[in-house]
């Protein structure tokens, strides 16, 4: 109990919103069960939309965004959790609308920590809720029946944190991965990843996308949306899925029926932020075991809270490579 060292949001009259160190009093923080002393945070897509006009994230403000922590329990009235537990917690209305990651102290309801097994609170922080929905999507692929011998799968906004662990935990299951990125420069990252080839975004500048393309992969990834997920839909074998997560790209889905119809493709949904807790803490147990991603210090790069305000905002140009972790005490 006392005082909270925080990143804080506020949003002016005109809809600026402006990123503020705070030492704030602990009854700023929401009731909880859980007081965690957050270690680290990360810069998700999402944070750095929260922290955007008009970004169609945050409900209010002010508000301690980061949507992801992960740290050590300091305080419990849970029977789920004792005093120095490692725990990660991530979704629901953390760093949205309720006080996120960004911050020495959080408080959250127990019915949505998750204690960590296998895991540091520095790996559990480098995978976050990219990695999380990564993992997520493979699953998806893996329960619609898709093996490594039915052939190619596509991973868009390869080199990004959803994308750069999708590719890292596919290439370790087996799969043969198509990394599709927008950055040269990423190329040997994706290859140390387990890409077997390195391609541009799809479609190429210029393409048109076509109802039905060339079959070319037996299942993607797909985090960008918009045209990209449109021509990922048309160039999915029969019978393959595409896991759509994000909107990177756009919101758009300009799309037909016809790979639905003519090639039996799947669109599946993935949904990190509603995930039920007993399925959210049965992944995270495997990211803690057997799907542990191989390659956490090559994607991540450490950044403190103190230099969030000048960076946060560059993920959404899509020129950050890889996950990056904030170091937050
Ligand atoms: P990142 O910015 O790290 O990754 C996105 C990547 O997409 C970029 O690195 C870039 O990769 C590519 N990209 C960016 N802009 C464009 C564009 N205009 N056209 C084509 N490709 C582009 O973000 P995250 O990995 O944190 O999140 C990715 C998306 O997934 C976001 O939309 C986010 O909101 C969503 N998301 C959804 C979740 C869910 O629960 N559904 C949970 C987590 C994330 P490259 O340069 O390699 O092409």
Not at 121 to 127: D, P
Not at 265 to 273: E, Y
């Amino acid at each position: 109990m006392g005082d909270v060292n925080a990143l804080v949001a506020h949003q002016d009259d005109e809809g600026n919103i402006d990123l503020v160190h705070e030492v704030v009093d602990d009854s700023f923080l929401p009731e909880g069960d859980v007081e965690i002393s957050v270690e680290y945070s990360g810069v998700n897509y999402k944070d750095a939309l929260a922290v955007t006009p008009k970004g169609g994230v945050a409900r209010s403000y002010p508000l301690i965004p980061g949507i992801d922590l992960a740290g050590t329990v300091r305080a419990s009235s849970s029977p789920d959790f004792a005093v120095g537990d490692a725990v990660v917690a991530h979704g629901y209305d953390i760093g949205t609308a309720r006080h996120g990651g960004y911050a020495d102290t959080a408080r959250l309801s127990a019915d949505t920590v998750v204690k960590l097994s296998g895991l540091t609170t520095a790996e559990a922080a480098a995978i976050g809720t990219a990695g999380f929905t990564a993992a997520l999507s493979v699953d998806a692929l893996v329960a619609h029946g898709v093996t490594p011998s039915d052939g190619p799968i596509l991973v868009t906004g390869a080199s990004g944190g959803v994308g750069s662990v999708s590719v890292d935990l596919l290439a370790a299951a087996g799969y043969e991965v198509i990394a599709s990125t927008g950055k040269a420069d990423a190329t040997d990252l994706l290859r140390t990843l387990g890409a077997s080839d390195v391609i541009g975004r799809v479609p190429e500048e210029g393409e048109k996308v076509r109802a039905l393309g060339k079959s070319r992969w037996a299942g993607a990834i797909d985090c960008v949306g918009g045209t990209t997920l449109a021509y990922v839909l048309s160039t999915v074998e029969y019978g393959g899925i595409v896991a759509a997560s994000g909107l990177a790209g756009g919101a758009d889905l300009p799309t037909t029926v016809h790979p639905f119809i003519l090639r039996g493709a799947t669109l599946a949904g993935i949904d990190s932020v509603l995930l039920p807790i007993a399925p959210r803490r049965a992944l995270w147990e495997r990211l803690g075991g057997d799907l542990k991603p191989r390659h956490l210090d090559a994607v991540t790069t450490d950044v403190a809270v103190t230099a969030l305000p000048k960076s946060i905002h560059s993920i959404l140009k899509g020129s950050v490579t890889g996950r990056t972790r904030v170091v937050v005490h």
